[in-house]
């Protein structure tokens, strides 16, 4: 593999030499962003779910976890238009979910609908995943255009919020 220099700007200085690119696959990239979740959890004082994982799909919220996810690669044109073969990057396509319990669930045996204060605790803990993932996206050297943040209904007693943001193999996660 050759020498490769890598810049951030419009006018890269040549004079500093070359270095080797980190080899970046979707799983180190995962890891990487599971990282930042947890100190980016630490720094700002939120507790993560205990589980904590990896997965190369979409899980079911279905108990407490973080969930980093991979969908695969799409290539980024660096030009708009048609594309020549080479003339683009790959961009990894990653999730990231966190499920809680909700507080916002009828109590058994109940038909009526659970208390204000209830609802109004679910989507308080969502606004906080929500800001923290908000704090994971700028950690990130860089992103796709396609950045979608959610907060689905609840299911199953368990909430979640949900981050799907492509990352450049080079540059997304410096």
Do not use: K
């Not at 200085?13 to 990282?35: C, K, S």
């Not at 947890?38 to 779910?49: C, F, H, K, M, Q």
């Not at 204060?117 to 923290?132: F, P, V, W, Y």
């Amino acid at each position: 593999m050759s020498d490769v220099l890598y810049s951030r700007g419009e006018n890269p200085d040549y004079t500093t030499g070359v270095i080797q690119p980190r080899t970046a696959t979707l799983m180190t990239m995962a890891q990487e962003v599971l990282v930042r979740l947890r100190n980016s959890a630490a720094e700002r004082g939120v507790t993560l779910p205990v589980r904590q994982f990896i997965y190369p799909t979409s899980v079911p919220i279905d108990c407490e976890q973080v969930a980093v996810m991979f969908g695969g690669w799409v290539g980024d044109p660096l030009e708009v238009g048609m594309t020549a073969c080479l003339r683009f990057r790959w961009c990894a396509q990653i999730g990231v979910a966190i499920g809680r319990c909700t507080p916002a669930m009828p109590s058994r045996g109940s038909t009526s609908a659970p208390p204000v204060e209830r609802m109004n605790a679910a989507a308080q803990m969502a606004s906080d995943d929500a800001e923290l993932l908000i704090h994971l996206v700028s950690t990130f050297g860089e992103i796709g255009s396609d950045l979608i943040l959610t907060t689905p209904e609840p299911d199953g007693g368990f909430q979640a919020v949900m981050l799907q943001v492509t990352l450049p193999a080079f540059g997304g996660l410096d």
